[in-house]
């Protein structure tokens, strides 16, 4: 496994465990914009996080080798 | 009754869409056209077609409901441990089963394995198993069916004639429209409700005065202020959940639908906006969930939080039947809908509930995929479609279709479980424990079906083993109940909504398990021939 490999795989992992936020576990405080409790709001952001990830996985471990550049159908 | 009238509009405009829309000639004269949509299906369709499919009753009523009773919890349990899990999954896994489609003109998974590991009974095995996990979750949009209509018709349409609807309008677009008529539907399901879920958030929440308040009153209470946190639900079973999205690609309407993108391309901003389209659908779901706790005004959800302190307090004594009922008032599985029926005007309740309605029948395109497993996995397997040609293959599948709605619409009728406790206790964790087969498949050259095979007995062994203790035990009302311990851990508990091994969920141990035996056992055991390995993964 190359280095970016390894770099990539170790960041998603990390990505994963931010997921056990055990620090917000008990409380409701701050509530961000005024309504909605930390632990809530965390895992909002968390799920936004993953999406600007998985952007840098799609550009940066994308399986080129798999696809064999031909396409059946019609587009839709 | 205006909602069900909507309701009914909204699954007319569904018949048209999956039968007559979107129909191109020629398509369903083959087996690939039905099934798979001629593998020719674009970035757009591929995206929300696919998240509709995995984004079932489950996602809306499910996660509102277990928002209402566990709080907050709810959205980091599935949503967001989903956000990343399920796109990286389709980014190692879906691009993989795509590529194996191609090249070498799969539909199902189970022909990928039996083509990859040389094996016959091993895969009809694996069918068998797959096939049997997906019957709940089929039942899950049979039973999200009847209860939205029931809740929208306040009662006129009774449980049972809106099951039987939700289930004849499925049955005909899927028999009729294949794969691309349900591609269509899934679509056109996910955008209404992506469309809808945000006028319902901003009138429940005009509603209710504000979310500011009514998370006020929610900490004002002290039976309540808890669901603004996590302390319903410990750590273990919270890390256990962040397993249950593997179940995702083991889904065979999942894996089968990565076989239908027109190019490995379309995957990209599938992978990429996947966490958005989960954050704009769950993250209202589980907020509105839980806010609901502070609207007391309404009769029933004072009725519910009645019911659910009965059951969260001494209340051992109370009979079976009598406690079976006390859970059934206290469910939230249509808190959403009670909620609009009170704030939003008759017409917009209408046509969110519509919203709703799109959201709860998703059960198309599992229906769909059992279709296909069963014509090629054991018609075209065992020769069948050879024999009597693709004409027959396609009406085999479609026979099949119908065999399969009436037997979930049947079973739905006499399934009393929760949406959500229905869905997590089997399905996921089964689906969840398959997927160290595909990876083995697909990225090991070691794994040997001697190993997968091991794997799959013991996921059988394992969802068999926790239904029968789950059936011979009762749940417990209060705390869980120690049935087999080792000095002070609990190693296996009855709790009120299931069973933990030594406090983490069965999907844990499930899936380590599944995955040690297929790399133990493909160790020892003969390998595929060399040919095949060099068609999956090149010369060494």
């Known amino acids: 496994m190359d280095a970016r490999r390894v770099i990539l795989t170790a960041c998603t992992l990390i990505l994963f465990a931010l ?58 | 009754m205006t909602a069900a009238l909507f309701a009914g509009l909204y699954l007319a405009a569904v018949l048209y869409i999956g039968v007559f829309a979107f129909r191109r000639g020629g398509a369903g004269q083959s087996a690939e056209g039905y099934f798979l949509a001629g593998r020719s299906l674009g970035g757009f369709v591929f995206l929300f077609s696919l998240f509709g499919t995995h984004m079932t009753a489950f996602a809306i ?18 949503a967001s441990s989903s956000a990343l899990v399920v796109p990286v999954l389709l980014l190692t896994l879906g691009t993989r089963l795509w590529s194996a489609g191609r090249r070498f ?19 009809t095995l694996i069918f068998l198993l797959q096939a049997a996990l997906l019957l709940p979750y089929i039942l899950i949009g049979m039973i999200g069916g009847g209860t939205v209509l029931r809740t929208l018709s306040a009662g006129v349409i009774p449980y049972w004639a809106g099951s039987g609807l939700v289930a004849v309008v499925i049955m005909i677009y899927v028999i009729f429209g294949g794969m691309r008529g349900t591609a269509w539907v899934n679509t056109f399901q996910t955008l209404l409700f992506l469309a809808f879920g945000a006028a319902a958030v901003a009138v429940i929440g005009r509603g ?36 249950l999205p593997l179940s995702a690609i083991a889904f065979p309407h999942i894996s089968i639908f990565c076989m239908t993108a027109r190019r490995m391309r379309q995957f990209k901003w599938t992978v ?40 969260a307090g001494p209340a051992a004594w109370l009979p079976a039947a009598e406690a079976a009922q006390t859970r059934s008032r206290a469910s939230g599985d249509d808190v959403l809908v009670v909620l609009l029926d009170h704030y939003a005007p008759a017409w917009l309740a209408g046509l969110l509930g519509a919203g709703i309605m799109a959201a709860v029948m998703a059960s198309d395109s599992q ?22 040609g693709a004409r027959a293959q396609i009406a085999t599948g479609r026979i099949f279709v119908f065999a399969v709605t009436a037997t979930a619409y049947l079973i739905a009728l006499r399934v009393p479980a929760g949406i959500f406790e229905l869905a997590g206790q089997y399905a996921f964790a089964g689906f ?27 996921v059988m062994a394992a969802v068999a083993g926790i239904a029968w203790f789950q059936a011979a035990t009762p749940a417990p009302m209060g705390p869980p109940v120690a049935y087999f311990s080792l000095g002070e851990l609990a190693l296996l508990q009855r709790t009120a909504s299931g069973t933990t091994i030594a406090g983490y969920l069965p999907v844990l141990p499930m899936t380590l398990v599944s995955a040690l ?5 493909s160790r020892v055991t003969p390998k595929p021939s060399e040919a095949t390995l060099t068609r999956y993964f090149g010369r060494r």
């Open chain 1, 19 to 76: 997921h056990q936020d055990f620090w917000n576990w008990r409380t409701a405080y701050p509530l961000v914009f005024g309504f909605l409790p930390i632990g809530l709001a965390y895992h909002a952001a968390y799920t936004l996080a993953a999406a600007a990830w998985l952007a840098v996985l799609v550009q940066w471990a994308w399986p080129d080798h798999l696809d064999d550049g031909h396409e059946r159908g019609s587009h839709e």
């Open chain 2, 61 to 78: 009523l499910g996660s509102s409901g277990h928002a209402f009773s566990n709080g907050i919890v709810t959205y980091g349990l599935m």
């Open chain 2, 105 to 123: 003109g799969h539909f199902t998974p189970v022909q990928i394995f039996r083509d990859r590991w040389e094996c016959n009974h091993t895969g």
């Open chain 2, 208 to 243: 209710m005065g504000g979310f500011e308040q009514a998370v006020s009153t929610l900490l004002a209470d002290p039976s309540l202020a808890g669901l603004l946190t996590r302390e319903r639900v410990s750590p273990e079973i919270f890390f256990s959940y962040a397993f």
């Open chain 2, 272 to 311: 990429i906006l996947y966490p958005v389209c989960i954050l704009l659908i769950w993250l209202p779901c589980v907020f509105l969930g839980v806010a609901a706790n502070s609207a007391r005004e309404i009769p029933r959800i004072r009725e519910k939080q009645t019911a659910r302190a009965l059951l």
């Open chain 2, 367 to 388: 229906i769909l995929a059992l279709s296909t497993m069963f014509t090629e996995d054991i018609f075209a397997w065992y020769g069948h479609a050879e024999r009597y």
């Open chain 2, 432 to 458: 969840s424990a398959l997927v160290p087969l595909y990876v083995g498949a697909l990225y090991w050259r070691g794994s040997t079906k001697y190993g997968a095979l091991a794997s799959v007995l013991w």
């Open chain 2, 517 to 521: 035996l297929l790399w133990l056992v």
